[in-house]
């Protein structure tokens, strides 16, 4: 896969998720979503999982658009969350059975959360949650949709804030990846992987630190990025030889 050849021929999309993690839609209707804003290259990134490429790839072979089967690992270093964007990946034994683990984590991290919730007087049911999950795996953006759902905050942002953003009352941390360990997970899947969303890094100074563990790419263009944060991680991308990319982060 020549990432940059794509990449030089516009109107593309690498960051995209679906109802394979948090999306709201699924990946066949995200592909018709972007044929219909005129893109021709996307990226199926949902978070920690690969179950929704096949679908969408079906679908763009229908409509003309290139699928990239892609993946958004989450890792963890120093206390921050770093997510990170594989492209070109094949589903090895390893991946599966790393992916594998991280899905019955969840599983097990979405009870510890609802008891959480239960424990400050907001009960909620696997079946309140699954409403929202609709058979993937259970996020935190599902149960805090089941939360408002109840009425008891009145959004979701409100949720995260208060209860299920990092280190609040009612999370609980997942299965840490470090991200050595999901640049050479990524690297042994024949995929390409790419720093995601740099500017949510608290602590940039750890970025160049981080590009050492062999990146092969940071994104540079996206919604949460700043028109100065976008000039900065060009000319990183450019000092370490890196494939800018770019995406959406498209959710809903």
Request: net charge negative.
């Amino acid at each position: 896969m020549d990432l940059y050849h794509l990449i030089r021929k516009g109107a593309y999309d690498l960051h995209m998720h679906t109802t394979a993690s948090d999306g709201v839609y699924t990946p066949s209707a995200v592909v018709r979503r972007m044929r219909d804003l005129g893109k021709r290259t996307i990226a199926i990134t949902d978070h920690d999982t690969m179950s929704g490429v096949r679908e969408a790839q079906e679908e763009g072979e229908k409509l003309g658009i290139v699928v990239i089967p892609g993946i958004e690992l989450t890792t963890y270093y120093q206390g921050e969350r770093i997510d990170i964007l594989g492209y070109g990946l094949t589903e090895t034994d390893e991946l599966r059975d790393i992916l594998q683990q991280v899905r019955d984590q969840r599983e097990e991290r979405a009870q510890l959360i609802m008891k959480k919730f239960h424990e400050q007087g907001m009960p909620l049911t696997i079946e309140d949650v699954s409403e929202f999950s609709q058979g993937a795996v259970i996020a935190r953006p599902h149960i805090a949709k089941a939360v408002v759902a109840k009425g008891y905050v009145k959004d979701v942002k409100t949720v995260f804030d208060l209860y299920l953003g990092d280190g609040k009352v009612c999370n609980v941390e997942k299965l840490m990846l470090t991200p050595k360990q999901g640049v050479e997970l990524i690297h042994k899947s024949g995929g390409l992987a790419v720093l995601a969303h740099p500017a949510v890094i608290k602590n940039q100074h750890l970025i160049e630190e981080l590009i050492a563990y062999g990146f092969d790419g940071i994104e540079v263009h996206h919604p949460l990025h700043t028109v100065s944060q976008e000039t900065a991680y060009r000319k990183l991308a450019t000092t370490y030889k890196l494939i800018p990319t770019g995406g959406s982060d498209f959710h809903e």
